[in-house]
């Protein structure tokens, strides 16, 4: 699976973006996906993260009750939905397959292009 991000640009704090994350080849709704955040000077972090189908889903800490991670398997896409945003939300956001599993314990692959998101104060 090759995956493709998208949607980033800059917002005011408080505001809204919505990334997505197209994928090409026939097996997307077969895999746990991710959504990672890599800030300057920073590591990367899963901020969400989706089972194959949708059912559950996984937030960190920062982004719980701000941002909503969804799939849309018929059109092979990830999305985020990121609302609240603050200046602490600034990163390039990448999406990833989980391999064999889903959550923070599963190791992910297929980064693909990162989309910049970056909040204004």
């Known amino acids: 699976v090759q995956l493709q991000a998208s949607g980033g640009g800059l917002v005011q704090a408080g505001g809204s973006l919505r990334l997505s994350c197209a994928a090409s080849?026939?097996?997307?709704?077969?895999?746990?996906m991710g959504w990672f955040r890599q800030a300057p000077g920073k590591e990367r972090e899963l901020v969400a993260a989706?089972?194959?189908?949708?059912?559950?889903?996984y937030y960190a800490d920062s982004v719980r009750g701000r941002f909503t991670i969804s799939r849309d398997n018929a059109k092979n896409t990830l999305y985020l939905q990121m609302n609240s945003l603050k200046s602490e939300d600034t990163a390039v956001y990448y999406c990833?397959?989980?391999?064999?599993?889903?959550?923070?314990?599963?190791?992910?692959?297929?980064w693909g292009q990162g989309t910049l998101v970056t909040v204004s104060s």
């Open positions: 080849g026939r097996t997307f709704s077969t895999y746990g």
């Open positions: 990833a397959t989980a391999q064999g599993g889903w959550g923070p314990r599963t190791a992910y692959a297929g």
């Open positions: 989706i089972t194959w189908g949708g059912g559950s889903t």
